[in-house]
């Protein structure tokens, strides 16, 4: 049946038409955008972070940065850790030693993103700065929490680890052994990785490269 019969268009007052139609849209676009939303965040020296959820469902998110030497140290599409952290979440702190050990490893590759309350930053940020002073944390600018919107607990540690597409590979919760997230990280790099360690090895005298395929012998002797 045509939209026209159903409104039986010949007896509705034009006005009235054109407020039907506008409903119409209205609601079209209310139901492509629900799965939608938009948190804004701070950093250090004014870095403004947008994290985007483009579906609920599987919490697929979309990172945008205004420097793009803050987090994001490549003009490529970087893997990205997320991690959430406050004062009352006593896993969240205790995690918070091997996020610091996976940034220094992995910086160069992967963005690691670590939000807390807007009330908690500045105690946070000065007991982190006295371990990594390079490490910041994020606060929202406004009273939106990205936690509560994906249903996940604040009072349990929450790290979630996203591809390059800003897709959910995995997520950890409650307190998850170092070795268990550097695994599924360096599952995401791996050719980065072995990239590198090519052009380290290209990079190498004969001397040094003789010495590191002598290595494995020595040790078996």
Do not use: W
Request: proline fraction near 4%; hydrophobic fraction near 35%; include cysteine.
């Amino acid at each position: 049946m045509k939209i026209a019969q159903i409104l039986n268009i010949g007896h509705i007052a034009p006005s009235l038409m054109g407020l039907l139609l506008i409903a119409m849209l209205g609601a079209c676009s209310d139901e492509g955008d629900r799965d939608k939303d938009v948190f804004g965040f701070e950093g250090n020296k004014d870095e403004i972070l947008s994290i985007e959820v483009t579906n609920t469902q599987n919490e697929s998110l979309r990172f945008k940065t205004n420097q793009t030497q803050s987090i994001f140290k490549s003009e490529t599409q970087r893997p990205t850790l997320l991690f959430f952290i406050s004062k009352d979440c006593i896993q969240c702190q205790n995690e918070l030693l091997h996020i610091l050990d996976l940034y220094n490893k992995y910086q160069e590759f992967i963005s690691i993103i670590a939000i807390s309350p807007k009330d908690d930053i500045a105690h946070l940020q000065q007991e982190i700065d006295t371990l990594n002073p390079q490490f910041k944390l994020y606060a929202p600018t406004d009273n939106k929490n990205l936690l509560n919107f994906l249903n996940k607990d604040d009072k349990q540690s929450y790290i979630a680890l996203y591809d390059t597409q800003g897709e959910k590979v995995i997520d950890y919760v409650g307190l998850v052994p170092e070795e268990m997230i550097e695994l599924d990280i360096r599952y995401q790099i791996q050719d980065q990785l072995d990239a590198k360690a090519q052009s380290e090895m290209q990079n190498l005298t004969p001397q040094e490269q003789e010495d590191m395929e002598n290595i494995p012998t020595q040790e078996a002797q």
